[in-house]
């Protein structure tokens, strides 16, 4: 070949690797049929408004965050796109084998941690959103009557800030289960994010006098939610609990579980 | 270059390597041999730091190969999977890699120079519809593109047709006569004579022998050899009556199944027998779709050996 081995090889700067490898997960995640499904199933919480002839803000609350009587989107739909992107993100690469592309690479372990999570993030981010988008006009089209579409764009910016920190939380915690654990990860994470979201209320609801429990991560994001992304529209509180800490303890979450993941991955084999 | 001295490896309650110790020096071409499951490629992916030793240690190039992205800018690896990603395009697959390793104005075209140097030239299809034979290429593609000075080859002729196993010898011999020095491993007994210019045996995770390859081939001659081939029943017919003649030729079977269409050769010379056949197939055009030396027959040389 016409190109030279240099005496010191040459070494493209951090960046320029997070950004060449980012291009490489991200059109991985964008030809993967399992993103088009995620965003497919954001009709289901349309149903049962099939129906109805009216729809308002508390309708479309009900959906999004914490309805008492459809919450398929948040019960089912956003633990699934932090499921299925978080986990395969790095379990994907050890069932494919591509891992070892990547590990021969002169790439550390940590910078293809960092950058999993960074097009987690983005794609994870832009499902959920795209999934808010669909049911906020979804909404239009189904009912003949409805009070607050176009008029009230602030109730789907919370919505986004909403489903972009659940993202982040649990798109994270999934990335971690994803290094961790080698075979059925899948099915792990669908255990913990059903017994999180679940029954982490109904456990440890009563040790704080039947309310919120402040053991629940998903209730620490309805916190920040309904403190700072949707003000006006949602109530939710943890007894004796600052939201500020809701909001740190979700950061530290993000924080500790990715340097977590990048320790794990350090230490990993890799058969 | 490459030293292992005392590396033990388990999974489990299966112990890969026991105390094994080998080495690969600067400017060779070294085959490493032993039958599936001795444990050639966990000693790669401990030389590629994929995994840790138990105990002993690892060197390569004197440094720790672990997580050290300094010494991967001088290692190509073709690993045994098939370790694609099959939406891309081959180029688009190459350049990609190549961008992590080059900088950015050279690499497209040190991946153009790449595929034409393993003769891959398709244009427009995506990797999951290539062949076998092409995805092989495209993994040396992909391991060569930094103009490596080492490169480790996992089993490179799995799935290769006779002729794509000749053009795999060629490339190896064009690299190594560049300067590049090879580590590459196989089960099949004589895929490797040819070209290396060291050997390494293998068997139940230790090293059998080590050194020139005629010595260890001396070893493995004394023993007779038995060799699969599989395709349409007309080409197998013209193979055998084109090997019939041949010196080396102990027996020819054909499989008593008909529908199975195997030929079985037994010869007691496998160092003259290979690079006779893949001559006669070559020049009389013989569509063979498969051909292995048969695992039984290869456990039992090392068996013997031991």
């Avoid at chain 1, 920190?165 to 994010?193: R, S």
């Avoid at chain 2, 893949?278 to 290869?298: K, R």
Wanted: aromatic share 10%; charged share 20%; hydrophobic share 45%.
């Amino acid at each position: 070949m016409s190109i030279n081995v240099m005496e010191t090889p040459y070494s493209p700067s951090i960046l320029t690797r997070i950004v060449f490898l980012g291009q490489i997960f991200l059109t991985k995640i964008l030809y993967d049929k399992k993103t088009y499904i995620l965003i497919f199933v954001s009709i289901l919480p349309l149903l049962p408004y099939i129906h109805k002839t009216t729809a308002s803000t508390s309708d479309y609350m009900d959906i999004i965050v914490i309805g008492q009587e459809t919450n398929i989107f948040n019960f089912l739909i956003l633990p699934l796109i932090c499921l299925i992107l978080g986990i395969s993100a790095i379990s994907d690469e050890k069932e494919n084998k591509t891992i070892s592309q990547l590990l021969s690479r002169p790439i550390r372990r940590e910078e293809i941690v960092l950058v999993k999570w960074i097009s987690v993030l983005m794609i994870g981010v832009a499902i959920a959103c795209l999934d808010v988008i669909i049911i906020y006009f979804g909404l239009s089209v189904i009912v003949n009557e409805y009070t607050f579409l176009f008029e009230r764009l602030d109730v789907l910016l919370g919505a986004w800030l909403f489903v972009g920190l659940w993202v982040a939380v649990y798109g994270t915690i999934f990335l971690l289960l994803g290094v961790l654990i080698d075979k059925n990860a899948l099915g792990w994470g669908l255990a913990i994010a059903y017994f999180e979201v679940f029954f982490a209320q109904f456990i440890f609801g009563p040790f704080a006098g039947g309310a919120n429990s402040p053991y629940s991560i998903a209730n620490h994001i309805y916190y920040v939610t309904a403190e700072y992304f949707l003000v006006d529209y949602f109530n939710f509180n943890i007894p004796d609990f600052d939201p500020l800490n809701s909001l740190i303890i979700c950061i530290a979450l993000v924080v500790g579980f990715l340097l977590l993941s990048m320790f794990t991955i350090r230490r990993k084999d890799f058969p | 270059m490459i030293e292992l001295h005392e590396v033990s490896k388990s999974f489990g309650d299966v112990v890969a390597l026991s105390r094994l110790s080998m080495s690969a020096t600067d400017g060779h071409v070294t085959g490493f041999l032993g039958p599936n499951g001795a444990g050639k490629s966990t000693t790669l992916k401990l030389i590629m730091g994929e995994i840790r030793p138990d105990t002993g240690t690892v060197r390569v190039f004197d440094e720790n190969p672990i997580n050290n992205a300094v010494l991967k800018r001088r290692i190509g690896y073709v690993s045994e999977h098939e370790d694609l990603y099959p939406w891309m395009k081959g180029k688009q697959f190459v350049t990609s890699l190549a961008k992590l390793i080059l900088p950015l104005e050279q690499a497209e075209a040190a991946a153009k120079e790449a595929l034409e140097k393993v003769g891959l030239s398709v244009k427009g299809k995506r990797i999951k519809s290539y062949s076998k034979g092409m995805k092989q290429r495209l993994k040396v593609a992909a391991a060569i593109v930094h103009n490596p000075d080492l490169l480790i080859l996992d089993e490179p002729f799995g799935g290769l047709d006779p002729l794509g196993r000749r053009e795999m010898k060629r490339l190896v011999s064009i690299l190594n006569n560049e300067g590049v020095t090879v580590l590459i491993s196989s089960h099949i007994l004589y895929e490797l004579d040819e070209m290396s210019t060291r050997m390494v045996l293998i068997h139940r995770g230790q090293a059998l022998a080590e050194g020139p390859p005629e010595e260890v081939l001396n070893l493995i001659d004394q023993f007779p050899h038995q060799i699969l081939f599989r395709a349409p029943r007309n080409e197998l017919q013209k193979l055998s009556k084109l090997l019939i003649g041949e010196d080396v030729v102990k027996s020819i079977t054909f499989a008593s199944d008909k529908a199975k269409n195997d030929l079985i050769v037994i010869t007691d010379t496998p160092s003259k027998f290979y690079p006779i056949v893949t001559q006669v197939i070559a020049e009389n055009g013989l569509q063979i779709n498969h051909l292995e030396s048969q695992t039984d027959n290869i456990e039992a040389i090392f068996d013997f050996l031991t």
